[in-house]
């Protein structure tokens, strides 16, 4: 019998914890949700953590280790049975901004690129096919939901990787990213089925033309879809973001394959997996049940280490078969390029 050692390794400014570490919670999420860490560090040990340093989690579930959180100290508790600092990341830096700037005849990848910056966060690589003539970033939404807000039309997901930096990708991805056994790396797995719900079918307007041509900016009052009328069962969705016909059917598409994913939903525990993240896309292989297989789309991931146990949480989405959307998508950069 093969026994696998977990550990964690923490590195608060310039110093590093290790056998020190009580115990590690780390929460990962898509954006606009916030990656967070919580360290318990024993007590007597040293801590000089301040809000704002540097710091970084990594984890070990004993078939190699993975940093789960690049970012800083968000703050410190000392209590009398230890330390506990918990740390954040870019998407933490990104939710505290609330932008108020208006980009003109700038494309979605660009406009996020901007965002980022402005929050003073990585980025690594960006996929927004969307193209605008003017977008408004105002003060009623985060940096952060306007990423998203911007990853969403463009038939994409936002979030943080384990190196602290921005990524925007195409979403449903399609093709498993991951294989994971369920007699190897599982504890327990519920693959459940849910109703669809209502149907949004967006709707752009404003421009004559396509959003970066010289008449993108005369008024056209014409509704820019092809949904079908709005009825019991379907509204439209109005946003003057989208300018021409090709964004909102991409839009659209997306809007429809989240709406299915949706109605197949995984909840499982595993054994310490500190590399899964929130946009890996999992197959299931040696499952009891077809319905088991996936792939799955996970959106969150909750790592626990303690000096009992180490697990990982899994929820997700059914990452659906995708091949038309990304079909769309490959031909929607290749005319950006």
């Known amino acids: 019998m093969t026994t696998l050692t ?43 953590a301040t809000p704002g340093v540097d710091a970084t989690i990594e984890l070990d579930g004993g078939a190699g280790a993975a940093t789960v959180i690049t970012g800083s100290v ?24 609330r932008p108020s700037e208006t980009y003109n005849g700038m494309p979605a990848m660009q406009i996020i690129r901007q965002l980022a910056q402005l929050a003073d966060v990585g980025t690594g ?5 969307l193209q605008t003539a003017a977008y408004v970033a105002d003060a009623r939404r985060t940096a952060a939901q306007h990423v998203v807000a911007l990853a969403d039309h463009s038939g994409a997901v936002a979030a943080i990787d384990g190196d602290g930096r921005l990524t925007v990708l195409p979403w449903p991805m399609g093709q498993p990213t991951v294989a994971m056994r369920r007699d190897r790396e599982f504890t327990s797995l519920t693959a459940s089925s849910h109703r669809a719900q209502h149907e949004f079918a ?4 404003g421009g004559s033309g396509v959003a970066l041509a010289p008449d993108a900016w005369v008024v056209n009052a014409d509704a820019v879809t092809n949904a079908d009328d709005p009825s019991p069962g379907r509204s439209w969705w109005p946003d003057p973001v989208m300018r021409t016909q090709t964004d909102v059917d991409l839009g659209n598409k997306s809007a429809t394959a ?25 197959q299931i292989q040696e499952t009891e049940h077809p319905e088991h297989e996936g792939p799955w789309l996970i959106t969150t991931v909750r790592h626990e280490l303690r000096w009992d146990r180490g697990s990982t949480a899994l929820l997700g989405v059914s990452g659906g078969d995708t091949s038309g959307l990304l079909g769309d998508l490959t031909g929607a950069i290749g005319g950006l390029l």
């Open 6 to 48: 977990t550990a964690a390794t923490v590195t608060i400014d310039r110093l590093r914890y290790t056998v020190q570490i009580r115990s590690v919670t780390a929460e990962l999420a898509l954006l606009p949700g916030v990656n967070r860490g919580d360290v318990l560090i024993a007590a007597g040990v040293d801590v000089e």
């Open 74 to 97: 968000e703050h410190v508790d000392r209590r009398t049975g230890g330390t506990l600092v918990s740390i954040t990341d870019g998407g933490a830096a990104l939710a505290r901004k």
């Open 125 to 129: 690589l960006i996929t927004a096919t």
């Open 202 to 205: 967006l709707v752009g307007a």
């Open 258 to 282: 989240r709406r299915a994913s949706a109605t197949r939903r995984l909840c499982a525990e595993c054994w310490l997996q500190p590399a899964r993240r929130p946009g890996d896309v999992v």
